[in-house]
């Protein structure tokens, strides 16, 4: 699986949009963008992934690069419950052994 | 959505005991289930994948003696740490694959060894 580089921490004022950035310049054809988040001493939870189309849910948009060599995670509106450590993973279809990096520890502040 | 559980969220043991994680895919199948490791400020590491009838693998450095595993149902994998000590404290987190693209994780274990 391909790595990624993340940066280590993030501040984000209630409210306002956080744009976490995610580089994974190696990533193969056939594999895709995954964000988890890790809020302090839970499990991790999964927010979205994408392949190559921008993709959102009710958590999150995910907006990938053409060249697909990066992504960013947009929480639009964030909360004080946002704050967690964000996992940008690349991995294939089916291929569910996940490989977790440093991750970037956001912090939303009232 | 998918759930899976872990049993115990705590314990506390004493060194040169063992101790036995459960991990529980709730209301869907799971052939694969994954275990990790999480140090006090560090990322996830993946210790080894449990695969239902079969050997677990595991991952380059985890000892297979130390940390049993036996993925005894479609539902259920279990991770024993064997002679524990004071090291091997630590947050132990289980996942498994649903169908579809993801995969879900278990709210982890902290093991305490005194």
């Known amino acids: 699986d391909a790595k990624t580089t993340q940066p280590p921490s993030m501040d984000c004022a209630e409210g306002r949009a956080a744009n976490l950035p995610c580089n994974h310049s190696?990533?193969?054809?056939?594999?895709?963008v995954y964000w988890y988040r890790q809020i302090h001493s839970q499990g991790p939870q999964y927010i979205i992934h994408g392949l190559k189309n921008n993709e959102t849910n009710e958590m999150a948009s995910l907006i990938i690069t053409e060249d697909r060599k990066s992504s960013t995670l947009i929480l639009p509106h964030a909360t004080l419950r946002d704050t967690a450590v964000y996992y940008c993973i690349v991995r294939v279809a089916g291929g569910f052994k996940t490989i977790f990096g440093a991750g970037t520890r956001l912090f939303v502040k009232a | 959505g998918a759930v899976v559980s872990q049993h115990p969220s705590r314990v506390i043991c004493k060194s040169g005991t063992s101790v036995k994680i459960e991990c529980r895919s709730l209301d869907f199948q799971a052939t694969t289930m994954f275990w990790y490791r999480q140090f006090p400020k560090q990322s996830l590491m993946l210790m080894a994948t449990s695969n239902e009838g079969s050997k677990a693998t595991y991952e380059q450095g985890v000892e297979k003696d130390k940390f049993l595993i036996n993925h005894a149902s479609l539902t259920l994998s279990t991770l024993t740490v064997t002679s524990a000590h004071p090291e091997d404290s630590s947050f132990y987190i289980c996942?498994?694959?649903?169908?579809?693209?993801?995969?879900?994780f278990g709210p982890g274990t902290r093991l305490t060894v005194l």
């Open positions: 996942s498994a694959p649903s169908r579809g693209n993801e995969q879900f």
């Open positions: 190696t990533i193969s054809g056939n594999e895709y």
